[in-house]
């Protein structure tokens, strides 16, 4: 089995990397695909305090997995990247790690490993979940464009040096080939059948958990409370729900509690929860629709959000609209993708949620694409 080293520099403790990143390197090393040891590089201290932590965890919760960290210069500091290649180098140097392969998650960890591929010889996969210069819209940062073109740059920099990209949308797997990186595999973002599957018992136990009755319409969203997860647009269809059918009711299944509040506060009939990634599946099982909306601009056009595997998994109906390009195409072949602006609510039946869930998994679960892994990794 191949030995894999990931490169990340991204919170530990958020519910994406936790989706994307450790439920990825558990899946690979169930299938016998790869092994992995981890490099966390942060330049905040007290920002990373939460991750540091975590991994104190994790190297007791998970079995001979190797986790390393290492602080380096903010990527705004004056030539950073250059000094921050030869710090992992050195650092790496110094450790008796065997790997094959480096997986960079971000443009920014790919260049960080530029010199890890030279010198050690190894394949460099750059993991390319979205596309950074278009995201910058969403930042309070000072001169956006400046910022844009340095972000252009190290897009194509990640995309010259990276011998594989791993790409979760056609929009973005384009966008790559146009630096002249041909070497692309599309692998949206999906989610393990595994830990996302429909059950008519999970769901009678937690709907009546909560206190719902079988009549209870129950919307639910998973996620953050960032600025393009459009919030506020969700929050406003479920009061047009809740203005026609009193015995409807939404769930938010946040980490961002704080924010969460500010934005439902005395707003009736909405839920708000902190879980476990491997408790989300049951409070799904429990909903009848989940909610999905972008803005239609390069940023979403580009995405693949893990949310929509893990929903669909599920068998439930997602109210969405059509800025997620690659998803929206499956409208027409399991009925489940409801339009924002033309849909009606009712219960969907437990065979109907069957059916949608088994399409999924055909289309959207990590065990459907265990052939293009393998692959990626030989």
């Known amino acids: 089995m191949k030995n894999t080293l990931f490169i990340l520099t991204e919170d530990l403790n958020n519910g994406v ?15 016998k695909i790869s092994n992995f040891s981890i490099l966390y590089c942060y330049w905040n201290k ?26 380096i210069f903010p990527p705004s500091f004056p030539f950073s990247l250059n000094l921050n290649q030869d710090l992992i ?21 790919a260049v960080l490993a530029k010199k890890l591929k ?31 073109l340095y972000l252009y740059y190290r897009f194509r920099q990640a995309s010259k040096i990276s011998d594989k990209v791993v790409v979760v949308s056609t929009a973005l797997e384009q966008l790559v080939k146009n630096t002249g990186n041909l070497n692309t595999y599309l692998i949206p973002s999906v989610a393990s059948n595994n830990l996302f599957f429909f059950d008519p018992k999970i769901r009678i136990k937690m709907r009546k958990k909560m206190k719902f009755n079988k009549s209870s319409i129950i919307l639910i969203y998973s996620g953050s409370f960032k600025k393009y997860q459009m919030i506020n647009e969700t929050i406003s269809f479920f009061r047009s729900i809740y203005s026609k059918n009193k015995n409807c ?4 299944l946040t980490n961002d509690q704080k924010i969460a509040k500010k934005y439902i506060s005395g707003i009736r009939n909405i839920l708000c929860f902190s879980v476990k990634q491997n408790e989300v599946n049951d409070y799904l099982n429990a909903a009848d629709y989940a909610m999905m909306i972008r803005k239609k601009d390069l940023t979403n056009k580009t995405a693949s959000p893990t949310k ?5 998994l599920t068998g439930l109906n997602v109210i969405t609209n059509s800025s997620v390009i690659d998803f929206y195409k499956f409208r027409n072949k399991v009925e489940n993708i409801k339009d924002l602006n033309s849909c009606g609510i009712k219960v969907t039946s437990n065979i109907k949620r069957k059916n949608i869930a088994d399409f999924y998994k055909q289309e959207l679960s990590k065990e459907s694409f265990i052939k293009k892994f393998e692959t990626l990794y030989e």
Not at 17 to 31: A, N, T, W
Not at 133 to 141: D, F, L, Q, R
Request: contains cysteine; positive net charge.
């Open 17 to 31: 990397i936790q989706s994307q990143v450790f439920g990825h390197i558990d899946f690979m090393r169930k299938k």
């Open 46 to 71: 007290v920002e990373s305090r939460s991750s540091l932590e975590k991994i104190k965890f994790l190297k007791k919760k998970i079995n001979k997995l190797n986790i390393y960290s290492l602080k």
């Open 89 to 109: 180098l050195k650092f790496l140097l110094k450790k008796d790690i065997n790997f094959d392969f480096v997986h960079a998650r971000t443009d920014l960890c």
């Open 118 to 148: 030279y010198i050690f010889k190894v394949t460099l996969i750059w993991d390319c979940r979205g596309y950074a210069p278009a995201e910058v819209e969403y930042s309070n940062t000072y001169f956006k464009l400046l910022k844009k």
């Open 249 to 252: 009711y939404m769930i938010f």
């Open 308 to 312: 929509f595997s893990e929903y669909c």
